[in-house]
Nanobody, 126 residues
């Protein structure tokens, strides 16, 4: 059974940092792209970051560019999201995603990912 288990969310103040972690289990994730989406109350899920198995350049939306960094440890089947200079508008549920075949523009589209975690809540107070 495939599981993506997120951790590291919480309640912080504006300007603080958090690091989210996601551990994947249940199959061999070699070659999988892993990443993060988020969903604020009343809004659609939004792409945050994704990284292929081999790493490389990551594209971030303008809303998080320069503040968030994705990384992964393939030996541990783990992907991280370092979030600095948090803002109240970063509040939402953060979901870990994984898929063996997303590429190109697909990485920005939520339904292209086969596997999702249950999410971890991040709340940033002003």
């Amino acid at each position: 059974q495939v599981q993506l288990r997120e951790s590291g969310g919480g309640l912080v103040q504006a300007g603080d940092s958090l690091r989210l972690s996601c551990v994947a289990s249940g199959r061999d994730f070699s070659g999988y792209t892993m990443g993060w989406f988020r969903q604020a109350p009343g809004k659609e899920r939004e792409y945050v970051a994704a990284q292929s198995w081999t790493g490389g350049t990551t594209d971030y939306p303008d809303s998080v560019k320069g503040r968030f960094t994705i990384s992964r440890d393939n030996a541990k089947n783990t992907v991280y999201l370092q979030m600095n200079s948090l803002k109240p508008e970063d509040t939402g549920v953060y979901y870990c995603v994984a898929d063996p075949s997303v590429s190109g523009l697909q990485i920005y589209i939520a339904y292209e990912y086969d596997f999702w975690g249950r999410g971890t809540q991040v709340t940033v107070s002003s």
